[in-house]
């Protein structure tokens, strides 16, 4: 018996990551401890999650204009990860190192299409050309030749396996419309090559393997919606150069008149196979699902739809599904028990488990599954039984009620109704305040407003989103396209209030408003609604007080005592900011870029997204950081007045950031060499003034001392002289 489980979203997936064949992921790979995995994207990136956590560890990125051309693994002997870049280049790191450029490298004579990594045996490398290397060899002379063994033939599928001691690879390959399969026992530097028996009117889109007493069982997925299995004995006694596989049939993908067309699989157990595929029934759209079976009683042991779409890869570690899903990378546990028929044909009683196993789903709190989620429970009502508490939801426990699934009918019944009726009966069950799972609810109106833009792209109801956002208590991960269309559309407003009220916005959205924010034009800003409370009061401040700042600036700044510091040009800009003109950005433009600011993010995170910054927005980005340093320095307090204004922290945390992502190019840009000196020589004056506030800590120290021994009641005058 087997039975699918808890679901959840582990990550969102960049716009090459999505559904559709030739999109997804580049891998999917074990991490260095149980429970971690690590992601390599079609890009420059590779992250490492702890997946029930749903937390990313660690994050790293090959530079600008370098391309990932093999997934990341582990070499679990070392703990470091191992990559491959631009086909030929080598890359090892440990956890502490962030920028790869600094890190081992190495660049090899062939092209890499693959590294595997054995738990006792340590990473193996398949070349292009067929050519096998353990790493240790080939780190002795990365220059070595890579000799060819499969001429023009092209490597379709990969997997390495441990026998006793020693690696062994097989790979497949396609030439013409054949297929070949090779075995290699690198220690012994054997090499057997096969050729798959053909198939009539079909051919092979997916293969997996796994190893047992000497034997490894090829499975193979064929395009007649088939499953064959080819054994192939590792002890081999002939010398005949090329063999024939012979298959036999292990499954058939029909059940009930419907076919499933699938696209991957994987093996699970002696008994089950779970495969990813398009489910198509006559009469009907075809639907992608996953599904399991069972190979021994060829039936469907359960599935679950997917109306999104997939890419059409699949994977599994320890008990869990990974597959994109939409927008998101969504992992699914499951259990296999042992085979039975009474299991098989779901007449296995059992009175300690439900007849459904089922699950407190946090994804229906705010995943954008959420309202397509009520058309795949046609059958099946959800019970509470395990509760997984996930890091986006940890503060709320809640029981899938019966009312849920009515909203879930409303919205699927008002989806073709008029705007005016759509828009009333959303805010009717707004209004319901007292009614069960009123989070989730509310994602689902948002989900359902999003998913109309998006069919008609005429329609997009600014002002209530705007309320809703305002009103209610939500988060990112409730309804993470909505600041997607919000983009799309450059509704700056809505994006500031999402910055403003959002905690857990993805590094990628934050820097994607950032661009936002710095590309669109003064003039068009100043047509825009925008909350200005962020930088009013000090603007306000400054245009009623233009001679507050003539000569000393507080906070240990005097343009007379810091003639070699500041030259004339800077004493003038001094007195423009004091006028509120030095500002390079407009007010509304300020207060965008404030709502960045304050926006939450990790550095290894949003630092890969902050390099591909255009260098003009970069400067200017720059240039206004420096000059809220200058306010904030003016202060005694060094705080900005108003509503979320930026504090001093976050303002040297994101002008360090950027100097780094940028720190060549801002070097190399004549526009910015002016704005680098002036910078350098504000934070050098700030670093003399506090330095010599240091040097009189210890005298205040004692007459604080001094003062408390003094007795209350006494009056006297008393001059302290600091030498």
């Known amino acids: ?29 074990p991490g260095p401890d149980p429970d971690h995995v690590l992601l390599t994207d079609r890009g420059r990136t590779a992250t490492l999650f702890k997946v029930s956590d749903q937390k990313p560890l660690g994050c790293w990125s090959v530079k600008h204009g370098q391309i990932i051309t093999c997934p990341v693994v582990c070499n679990f002997e070392t703990h470091e990860y191992i990559a491959v870049h631009d086909d030929k280049v080598l890359r090892i790191w440990k956890n502490k190192d962030i920028n790869l450029d600094k890190v081992f490298k190495a660049t090899l004579s062939a092209d890499v299409y693959r590294i595997h990594s054995l738990p006792n045996g ?61 075995v290699q026992k690198l220690k012994m530097n054997s090499l057997h090559k096969y050729k798959l028996e053909q198939q009539e009117l079909s051919k092979p889109l997916s293969f997996t393997a796994y190893m047992k007493n000497q034997i490894i069982t090829l499975l193979c997925l064929y395009s007649n919606d088939s499953v064959y299995k080819v054994r192939i004995p590792l002890q081999q006694n002939t010398e005949e150069e090329e063999q024939i596989l012979f298959k036999s049939l292990l499954l058939n993908l029909s059940v009930s008149g419907s076919v499933l067309k699938g696209t991957s699989f994987v093996v699970l157990d002696k008994d089950h196979v779970a495969v990813l595929g398009s489910l198509a029934v006559s009469g009907e759209e075809p639907k992608e699902c996953l599904t399991i079976w069972n190979t021994k009683f060829q039936t469907l042991q359960t599935s679950k739809e997917l109306p999104l779409g997939t890419s059409g890869q699949l994977w599994c570690y320890e ?39 089922s699950f407190v789903n946090w994804n229906t709190l705010g995943d954008e599954e959420l309202v397509v989620s009520f058309q795949s429970q046609q059958s099946v009502a959800l019970k509470p039984e395990s509760k997984m508490t996930l890091r986006s939801k940890r503060n709320t426990v809640a029981k899938v009620q019966p009312d849920t699934l009515s909203v879930g009918q409303l919205l699927l019944n008002l989806k073709d109704a008029s705007t005016t009726v759509f828009e009333d009966e959303l805010r009717q069950l707004m209004s319901k305040a007292q009614m ?264 205040l120290r004692e007459l604080q001392r001094l003062n408390h021994q003094k007795d209350s009641q006494t009056y006297s005058i008393e001059v302290l002289e600091l030498i």
Not at 322 to 338: D, Q, R
């Open 319 to 357: 008990e869990k599904f990974f597959f994109t899903h939409g927008k998101v990378l969504t992992v699914i546990m499951y259990k296999c028990e042992t085979s039975s028929l009474a299991a098989a044909v779901g007449k296995l009683k059992d009175s300690q488990t439900p007849d459904v196993s």
């Open 436 to 699: 069960p799972d009123f989070q989730a609810t509310i994602g689902c109106v948002i989900t359902a407003l999003v998913n109309r833009c998006k069919t008609n792209p005429k329609y997009y109801p600014r002002n209530f989103l705007l309320q809703i956002v305002q009103t209610r208590d939500l988060s990112y991960s409730l309804c993470p396209d909505l600041m997607a269309v919000a983009l799309e559309k450059k509704d700056v407003h809505l994006l500031q209030t999402c910055l403003q009220r959002f905690p857990d916005i993805p590094e990628e959205i934050t820097y994607a408003c950032l661009k936002v924010f710095l590309s669109i034009s003064e003039a068009y800003l100043q047509r825009i609604d925008v909350n200005l409370e962020s930088v009013i009061c000090y603007i306000d401040m400054e245009l009623n007080n233009k001679e507050v700042k003539t000569e000393i600036v507080e906070n240990g700044f005097n343009a007379e005592l810091e003639q070699d510091i500041w030259d004339t040009k800077i004493a003038k800009e001094t007195h423009l900011t004091a006028d509120g003109e030095f500002c390079p950005v407009g007010p509304q433009k300020a207060a965008l870029l404030n709502a960045v600011l304050h926006s939450a993010y990790s550095e290894t995170f949003l630092l890969p997204h902050l390099k591909n910054l255009p260098a003009q927005q970069a400067v200017l980005f720059l240039r206004y950081l420096y000059y809220l340093y200058v306010k904030c320095s003016e202060k005694i307090n060094t705080t900005l007045p108003g509503v979320r204004s930026p504090t001093i922290n976050q303002i040297m945390d994101w002008m360090c950031l950027l100097l780094d992502a940028h720190f060549t190019v801002m070097v190399m840009l004549p526009e910015a060499k002016e704005l680098l000196s002036n910078l350098h020589k504000f934070v050098r004056a700030q670093v003399r003034f506090y330095s010599e506030l240091n040097k009189i800590e210890g005298s």
């Open 122 to 182: 340590g990473p193996v490398v398949l070349f292009k050309g067929g050519g096998v290397r353990t790493l240790d060899v080939l780190l002795e002379a990365p220059q070595q030749e890579i000799e060819n063994v499969i001429s023009d033939e092209v490597i379709k599928w990969s997997e390495a396996f441990m026998e006793g001691q020693q690696p062994v690879l097989i790979f497949a390959t396609e030439k013409d419309g054949d297929f070949f399969v090779y």
């Open 1 to 29: 018996m087997a039975a699918l489980c808890e679901s959840f979203t582990l990550c969102g997936l960049g716009p090459s990551s999505g559904v559709g064949l030739g999109g997804g992921l580049l891998a999917l790979e």
